[in-house]
């Protein structure tokens, strides 16, 4: 597991090889990834959007943008947590994946980035 605070917010992330798929004609590898968020702060906040880089080792880098996690945009007061499940597939054994949440603090009405911090995604079968 990973995790980094960015302004009073805590992220952690936990991934796992779910297994290999074929998709047009060729292998993919499957992994999912469990994201935890805590607020820390003193402040209520809201999740607006994410930002994800996506590496994968045969690949370019893939950027996905979108609106909140999961089709939600969770609200958390302070002491409260948010853990959603997503997952993605890479053509190769290893990547990593990493990117932020845009957040709105609800005491000042300014939004800022929360930072999620590179998570690595590899096969078990090919660490060696």
């Not at 994946?97 to 603090?105: A, E, P, R, T």
Request: with cysteine; aromatic share 14%.
């Amino acid at each position: 597991m990973v995790s980094q605070i960015t302004r009073g917010i805590k992220i952690s992330v936990l991934t796992s090889f779910e297994g290999t798929y074929f998709k047009n004609y060729k292998i993919h590898f499957a992994f999912s990834y469990e994201i935890t968020i805590e607020n820390h702060s003193k402040d209520s906040v809201q999740l607006i959007s994410r930002h994800w880089e996506i590496y994968d080792s045969l690949n370019d880098t893939e950027f996905v943008d979108g609106e909140g996690v999961v089709g939600k945009k969770p609200v958390l007061k302070p002491g409260e947590s948010h853990t959603y499940s997503s997952g993605c597939l890479l053509s190769s054994p290893f990547g990593s994946m990493k990117g932020y949440f845009n957040m709105i603090n609800f005491t000042s009405t300014r939004s800022f980035r929360v930072m999620v911090p590179t998570f690595k995604l590899s096969t078990p079968f090919a660490l060696n």
